[in-house]
């Protein structure tokens, strides 16, 4: 999950902390389990707003969070690291973090106002792309508080989905939920915040790419 939180372009050569991935495998492991993600996203939108059984939605979100915490163990277990999967992985993150609130919303778990500023912090964040490509740059490294807030977030969206049940089990979920919503959400506009001072620093500081230094 650590990936998904690299502003920019989302890129293999800038997805990792430690260095460029420059492995070009694709029947991995790893990206298996991303695919498979990907492909939950348009199943858990059919049972949550269709079928609306809460109990099939809240199932899939518990899969998909230990394949995305799985498929990075295993990169680096079995060495299986790719520039496809720095892709696949932030890409299905990223859907995560939009497509569940917006479906929250349609059925009144989240109020509006709040999925708008999630959403709007990615859409903000995403336009220091071409900022940081008129330097030079694909993407700022990442910070780990940027990841504790997508960690934060995607653990509050289970616990609030369960929450919804009606039971004692849907009663302890329902305030766990809201404690992980509110620390992700705070966590994730604190690194808005220093991602674009980052991002004005580059700019200020940097020559443009191509200019001739003076």
């Given at each position: 999950m650590s990936s998904a939180e690299t502003p920019g372009a989302q890129t293999p050569a800038a997805a990792t902390v430690d260095g460029p991935i420059t492995k070009d495998q694709i029947w991995t492991v790893p990206n298996a389990l991303s695919v498979g993600r990907l492909i939950l996203i348009p199943v858990f939108i059919y049972v949550l707003l269709v079928a609306k059984a809460d109990g099939w939605a809240f199932a899939i979100l518990m899969v998909s969070g230990f394949t995305d915490w799985l498929d990075g163990k295993l990169a680096r277990l079995l060495d299986?690291?790719?520039k496809l999967g720095a892709l696949l992985d932030p890409a299905a993150d990223r859907l995560y973090i939009i497509v569940i609130p917006l479906c929250f919303g349609i059925r009144d778990f989240v109020p509006w106002w709040?999925?708008?500023?999630?959403i709007g912090r990615d859409i903000l964040l995403f336009a220091t792309a071409p900022l940081l490509k008129s330097r030079g740059l694909v993407?700022?490294?990442v910070l780990y508080i940027g990841k504790a807030a997508t960690f934060a977030l995607m653990s509050?969206?289970?616990w609030i989905?369960?929450?919804q049940l009606d039971s004692v089990f849907g009663d302890i979920c329902y305030p766990i939920g809201w404690a992980f919503m509110v620390w992700g959400v705070g966590l994730y506009l604190w690194s808005f915040v220093l991602y674009w001072i980052q991002t004005v620093s580059v700019v200020t500081k940097m020559p443009r790419a191509g200019s001739s230094p003076v």
């Open positions: 299986q690291s790719s709040l999925i708008g500023v999630i993407a700022l490294p509050a969206f289970p989905l369960a929450g």
